[in-house]
């Protein structure tokens, strides 16, 4: 048998199939309300056979959103519009695990009604904006209270998904979004408990991981992580010891999975003078594998053939696929039948509104009929 199709016990949970979807932002939403709309609930059901899928990355407030059109889980009728997307997705009988999220930094007060972004410490990113025109603004260094209020949003995040049904929350805490601005020395130039030696980088973190485990229970929690991604101006001077840190945090506390970004930056990234991913971490699987003992998945361009090879040699136990499952939604199917892959995903449509390179691409049989 085909080893994605080896089923796998994930905490609580029990995945078909270890072909999973990877977070994918699409802005479908009303930029007005952000509700999840009938679009989405098209969207989501039709990736309905994955091992499970995570949601687009899900702000958790007003001052974490960065991206026009993206759904909330902040408001009422936000929690009542992924219900109808969870609830479509169990009927036919899919697994689906919302990713919350904090943009901190990597954002422009423009998107955020004009409130002044938030980050550990007032450095601004020497990057653009993703996806916009903009520079990106010196952020308010975020005060103890500011902090507590952050994990209480998150908190609030969590029992907002469980209202709407999701099986289990990822905290984001990668490719240099508000968690990861904490952990990372590049971002985090603190001097108080919350900034300096590993442990205090790691606090935030996993006060929030902890506050999420009160709601859904640890089988049922999992993070993303980019120990060495170079997006959003982001490095850290010893990557190494600070994962393995806080990784075997995460093992610590019996999470179900972790989401591992193996991203492979070349060598002085848009010139900052970072040194090159390989040249920190040579083999992030080889790494981080040993210290955990729940689900460990791979992500980043992989195609079912280098993700066999990597499970059969036991680097991790599961994949995301994200950008083949944009221009596949049958991608299981299509994998388990041995029929073509779409390759050709059209990036002009990633973050536009509407059908168009959202629910037209085509199911392998129905083309072929
Ligand atoms: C259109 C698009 C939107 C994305 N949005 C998110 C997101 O919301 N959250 C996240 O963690 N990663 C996001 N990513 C990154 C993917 O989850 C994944 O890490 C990346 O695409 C690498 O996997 P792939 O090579 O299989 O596509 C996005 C990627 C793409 C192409």
Not at 272 to 294: C, H, M, R, T, V
Request: aromatic share 12%.
């Amino acid at each position: 048998m085909n080893i994605l199709f080896k089923p796998l016990k994930m905490g609580d949970m029990l995945l078909p199939n270890r072909i999973c979807m990877a977070a994918l932002t699409r802005q479908r939403c009303d930029i007005n309300d952000l509700i999840p709309n009938d679009l989405m609930v098209k969207y989501y059901t039709l990736r309905a056979e994955a091992g499970f899928m995570l949601t687009e990355c899900v702000p958790i407030s007003e001052r974490s959103l960065a991206f026009p059109g993206q759904p909330g889980i902040y408001t009422k009728e936000q929690t009542l519009g992924w219900k109808k997307v969870v609830d479509s997705v169990h009927a036919k009988g899919g697994r689906i695990i919302a990713q919350v999220w904090h943009s901190g930094r990597a954002c422009h007060s423009s998107f955020q009604n004009g409130l002044q972004v938030w980050a550990p410490s007032a450095i601004t990113p020497r990057s653009k904006v993703r996806r916009s025109q903009f520079f990106h603004e010196v952020p308010h260094e975020m005060t103890i209270d500011d902090i507590k209020l952050v994990i209480q949003q998150f908190k609030q995040a969590a029992i907002n998904c469980k209202e709407a049904g999701f099986d289990g929350v990822q905290l984001h805490c990668g490719t240099g979004y508000l968690i990861d601005q904490f952990l990372r020395d590049s971002a985090n130039k603190r001097n108080d408990e919350y900034g300096g030696s590993i442990q205090n980088r790691s606090k935030f973190c996993l006060e929030v991981i902890d506050e999420i485990i009160k709601i859904y229970g640890n089988g049922r929690v999992g993070v993303k992580i980019s120990p060495v991604a170079r997006v959003n101006d982001m490095c850290d001077s010893d990557p190494l010891s600070l994962f393995s840190y806080l990784i075997k945090e995460f093992d610590a506390r019996q999470l179900a999975f972790i989401e591992l970004r193996d991203d492979n930056d070349i060598a002085n990234y848009s010139n900052y003078g970072y040194p090159g991913s390989k040249e920190q971490i040579p083999d992030l699987f080889q790494a981080f594998k040993p210290l955990f003992k729940g689900v460990l998945i791979g992500n980043m361009g992989y195609t079912p053939e280098t993700a066999i090879k990597n499970i059969e040699e036991n680097r991790f136990d599961a994949v995301t696929f994200g950008k083949l499952f944009i221009s596949n939604p049958d991608l299981v199917t299509r994998i388990q039948k041995n029929y073509e892959l779409n390759y050709k995903w059209d990036e002009s449509t990633f973050y536009t509104k509407g059908e168009k390179g959202y629910l037209d691409y085509p199911l392998y049989e129905e083309v072929q009929q």
